[in-house]
């Protein structure tokens, strides 16, 4: 999914502003200014298509998640866990490890 401004897609087909989307488990919707992802793993997205972006993941993933989002644990002992399992000390290490080129 590519959501830029108001235009999003879905492997490379454009999902008209407004219209939901269903396909193999992946639905795109469009709450108020907000533009919304779920699968059916799971987890959402939500962003307001300009800063603000919220994840929402189901309780089945408790402890299974990893990345940015954290490894959904409650415990603010591994909120930082980067790539290599090393806890990083700041939030902008954090962050850094976890680019792409």
Not at 4 to 9: A, M
Not at 43 to 70: K, M
Not at 77 to 101: H, L, M, Q, R, Y
Request: charged share 20%.
């Amino acid at each position: 999914v590519v959501a830029e401004g108001r235009n999003v897609s879905v492997n490379g087909a454009a999902v008209p502003e407004g219209r939901p989307y269903l396909h193999k488990g992946l639905g795109v919707t469009w709450p108020g200014d907000w533009v919304a992802v779920a699968s059916s793993l799971g987890v959402r997205v939500a962003w307001d298509r300009h800063l603000a972006v919220t994840v929402t993941v189901e309780p089945e993933l408790r402890g299974g998640t990893w990345g940015l989002c954290g490894t959904y644990t409650d415990d603010p002992a591994d909120d930082f866990v980067g790539p290599d399992g090393d806890i990083a000390a700041f939030a902008s290490a954090f962050g850094n490890a976890w680019k792409v080129p």
